[in-house]
């Protein structure tokens, strides 16, 4: 079976804080996928990141960084220098490696107040 | 299409009442997902496609929902008899074939209010 857990209900933070999105997962697989999702006031989820069980490195894009830590089934997301359009739900997502299975977390509310 | 379209966008319906969701995937996208947001609640996962076949309907929360897909695009989401719990955003996503990596496109969901 596989599982996403995302601990942290609802986070806020003041402008320009940096905050972490935490993410462990579950999975009796070799070859799995994480995604991290954004679900802004709006409503459609946008895609973030995707990374695939092979690859450890961690990345960074802006202001968005993301651990992959495979000895703690962990895929947390950092948000550095947060601003109020950081406002958002974040979803962590695992797919298994060999179908179209996909499940996800219960989600983040992330509050950034001015 | 351009995105994942999904209607109605929004439908309150009575209690006991049938209603059909209805997804339009990318075009060329053979994997078909549909989830349901309750509100303040993360993503349940209902079914998923892969082309017409649903290999697991694990997720549907009860007889009353069925999900089809024809022709490898469209796909109804019906619930039967609704009830009050069935009230949520029912969200569909796609994804191109072969492509097991690929990430999941969302439509704008389905708000469905039983009074």
């Known amino acids: 079976a596989q599982k996403v857990t995302q601990a942290q209900t609802e986070i806020s933070v003041v402008e320009k804080e940096d905050v972490t999105l935490d993410c462990v997962y579950e999975t009796r697989d070799t070859t799995y996928y994480l995604f991290w999702y954004k679900q802004p006031p709006s409503g459609e989820l946008v895609f973030l990141i995707r990374?695939?069980?092979?690859?450890?490195q961690n990345e960074i894009s802006g202001r968005y960084s993301w651990n992959f830590q495979k000895s703690t089934s962990s895929f947390n997301f950092t948000i550095t220098a947060s601003q109020v359009v950081d406002s958002a739900v974040y979803f962590c997502a695992l797919k298994k490696g060999n179908n179209n299975d996909m499940r996800f977390g219960a989600g983040t509310r992330l509050t950034v107040k001015p | 299409g351009a995105g994942v379209s999904q209607s109605p966008s929004n439908k309150v319906t009575e209690k006991g009442k049938d209603v059909e969701l209805r997804c339009d995937p990318i075009?060329?996208?053979?994997?078909l997902y549909w989830y349901r947001q309750s509100l303040g609640q993360g993503l349940e996962f209902l079914i998923y496609f892969q082309g017409n076949s649903a290999p697991d309907k694990s997720g549907l929360p009860s007889d009353r929902f069925s999900a089809e897909r024809t022709g490898g695009s469209v796909s109804t989401l019906t619930i039967q008899r609704t009830q009050q719990e069935d009230s949520a955003v029912y969200l569909c996503a796609s994804r191109m074939g072969g492509s097991n990596t690929g990430e999941l496109f969302f439509g704008e969901g389905s708000r469905l209010t039983v009074l």
């Open positions: 075009s060329g996208h053979t994997a």
């Open positions: 990374r695939n069980s092979f690859d450890e």
